[in-house]
């Protein structure tokens, strides 16, 4: 496979560009030995300012595991 090129130039036109963001979250694995307090704040942070709903919704699931509420039902809604 060769890269796209105009006029015979790699380096005009199509030489692509890759941007990415890392963060740092703690182990989404051991998110029930978090408290609920932190869960929730963890849940918000991700949902309006990182933007990985799923790992959201894993902070709301064990949320919700711990204190007995719906939250994780609601969420996806609330995306809309």
């Known amino acids: 496979m060769k890269a796209l090129q105009v006029n015979n130039n790699l380096f005009t036109g199509f030489n692509p560009v890759f941007w990415a963001d890392a963060y740092f979250v703690k182990d989404f694995t051991k998110f029930d030995l ?35 509420t719906t939250y994780e039902k609601q969420y996806p809604a609330l995306l809309n």
Not at 56 to 62: D, G, K, P, Q, S
């Open 34 to 68: 978090m408290s609920p307090e932190k869960l929730q704040k963890l849940a918000l942070i991700l949902c309006d300012i990182y933007k990985p709903f799923y790992l959201a919704m894993r902070a709301l699931m064990t949320f919700n595991t711990k204190i007995g």
